[in-house]
């Protein structure tokens, strides 16, 4: 990938990270340029058969975080496709724009609030009025493209849950404080996607809109703010590399009260993972005064009838990937010979095993073949059979994968294979009837 694939521009070590990360994904497998015998799409990436497995890593290690080690959250897959009158009331026609520049000089267009006055191309200050862009994609539905056919791709999957909340308030009969999460894909006409994966037009995030009684608002949008920079610490980001930024009122979004971004350090700078928003009552509300159709709580036990406030965790998946990633690379000597290691916790590795024959030899096949029918159904394992097994232990350790299995001609006689951790590379030797319950320990933990 070159710099105007990725939207990187090399100035110094953390771009050098930036770069080893970049070429390590094309090289191994996690992400390619989308359509790239075509000379590539800008700002698209296609996530290859490592970069897959990673990206649902992630997506799941957050779905059992929000949803399914909880009892106060629901999912819901809302459509990608909606009504007009959905994002008019939400004030995304009008309000979700970002300010754009032109430079008179080169003629690049530029985010008038991420350039500080001048254009990042040539350096000239000749720029334009700022002016509002907005960011939502347009499309028809329907063979005839006219007004009456217009819909937009949306742009965050929050609205789906906010316009579902009567739906899903009946049907879960759960009541505040509550939440509804989604994970999905979303779309922005950024002006400067960059960054490789962390600005992008197509994107994935991981949401939660959690309806709380106002008077709980503050407290619930705290508790969330802990929550999630817990899950990100949990899963292998360094304390260092993360802060917490709230909002200065200048700031916030028309709908939020709140807001605080959580943010990694990247090659470039802190910059967001996540923002968590108090939205009041914004959506509901507006969605209750467009449709018609009444969006509240009404508490049988007090015989009190509101409208909640929602607190809002809003991820993005993509980005996480990379933020996982960039913390993960490490470069370490083993018997004086230099490796690339992805020190990925357990659960966000593409392959949790390797099994590894010793050699190509038909005598070890059918062993090898047992060993990875037992792994299998415990976790996502690689079988690897190529090159020397020193080499195939740097590609295990460079793709991230925390164990290997090695079966080798002892094993034929003994029936005991060996255990290769990553980051200490010490080996033990488990009996192939032990492997599976050893497995299971080491997953656990």
Same mark, same amino acid.
């Given at each position: 990938?070159?710099?105007?694939?990725?939207?990187?521009?090399?100035? @110094?070590?953390?771009?050098? +990270? %930036?770069?080893?990360? =970049?070429?390590?994904?094309?090289? !191994?497998?996690? $992400?390619?340029?989308?359509?790239?015998?075509?000379?590539?799409?800008?700002?698209?990436?296609?996530? @290859?058969?490592?970069?897959? +497995? %990673?990206?649902?890593? =992630?997506?799941?290690?957050?779905? !059992?975080?929000? $949803?399914?080690?909880?009892?106060?959250?629901?999912?819901?897959?809302?459509?990608?496709?909606?009504?007009?009158?959905?994002?008019?009331?939400?004030?995304?026609?009008?309000n979700f724009t970002d300010p754009l520049v032109d430079c008179r000089n080169c003629h690049e267009r530029w985010r008038a609030d991420k350039i500080g006055g001048t254009c990042p191309a040539c350096g000239s200050a000749d720029l334009t009025e700022p002016r509002a862009f907005n960011l939502m994609f347009k499309?028809?539905?329907?063979?005839?493209?006219?007004?009456?056919?217009?819909?937009?791709?949306?742009?965050?999957?929050?609205?789906?849950?906010?316009?579902?909340?009567?739906?899903?308030?009946?049907?879960?009969?759960?009541?505040?404080?509550?939440?509804?999460?989604?994970?999905?894909?979303?779309?922005?006409?950024?002006?400067?996607?960059?960054?490789?994966?962390?600005?992008?037009?197509?994107?994935?995030?991981?949401?939660?809109?959690?309806?709380?009684?106002?008077?709980?608002?503050?407290?619930?949008?705290d508790y969330w703010c802990n929550e999630r920079m817990d899950w990100y610490r949990k899963l292998g980001i360094p304390e260092e590399k993360l802060r917490l930024r709230h909002h200065g009122s200048e700031e916030l979004s028309h709908y939020s009260k709140a807001t605080a971004d959580v943010e990694f350090m990247f090659p470039w700078g802190f910059d967001e993972l996540e923002g968590i928003a108090n939205r009041t009552d914004f959506d509901l509300r507006a969605h209750a005064a467009a449709s018609g159709e009444k969006l509240e709580y009404f508490d049988q036990a007090s015989g009190e009838r509101y409208v909640p406030y929602v607190i809002e965790p809003a991820a993005g998946a993509t980005r996480t990937m990379m933020a996982f990633l960039l913390s993960a690379y490490d470069e370490d000597e083993i018997g004086g010979e230099r490796r690339t290691v992805l020190r990925l916790d357990r659960?966000?590795?593409?392959?949790?095993?390797?099994?590894?024959?010793?050699?190509?030899?038909?005598?070890?096949?059918?062993?090898?073949?047992?060993?990875?029918?037992?792994?299998?159904?415990?976790?996502?394992?690689?079988?690897?059979?190529?090159?020397?097994?020193g080499r195939r232990y740097r590609r295990q350790d460079e793709v991230g994968t925390p164990w290997c299995v090695t079966v080798d001609f002892e094993s034929l006689e003994d029936r005991s294979v060996t255990l290769r951790d990553r980051d200490t590379t010490e080996q033990v030797r488990v009996p192939i009837d032990r492997l599976a319950t050893e497995m299971n320990d080491r997953l656990a933990t």
């Open positions: 990938m070159n710099s105007e694939q990725t939207g990187l521009e090399p100035s @110094g070590a953390a771009d050098s +990270l %930036m770069e080893k990360v =970049v070429n390590l994904c094309k090289r !191994r497998g996690f $992400v390619f340029p989308s359509a790239e015998i075509y000379g590539g799409f800008r700002s698209t990436y296609d996530y @290859g058969p490592l970069g897959v +497995l %990673m990206l649902r890593n =992630v997506k799941d290690a957050w779905w !059992r975080a929000m $949803v399914q080690c909880r009892d106060d959250v629901v999912g819901l897959d809302a459509a990608i496709l909606s009504s007009p009158r959905m994002w008019e009331a939400s004030g995304h026609l009008s499309t028809y539905a329907g063979p005839v493209e006219d007004e009456a056919t217009v819909a937009y791709l949306r742009p965050e999957t929050a609205q789906g849950m906010f316009v579902n909340f009567p739906a899903v308030l009946q049907t879960s009969r759960k009541k505040p404080p509550f939440g509804i999460a989604q994970v999905g894909k979303s779309f922005r006409n950024e002006i400067t996607p960059q960054n490789f994966v962390f600005r992008t037009r197509e994107f994935e995030q991981m949401e939660m809109e959690y309806f709380v009684p106002p008077a709980e608002a503050d407290r619930w949008f659960r966000l590795a593409p392959y949790q095993v390797a099994v590894l024959p010793l050699s190509k030899k038909e005598s070890l096949e059918p062993l090898a073949r047992e060993v990875l029918g037992i792994l299998q159904p415990l976790c996502m394992c690689d079988y690897d059979v190529t090159q020397s097994i």
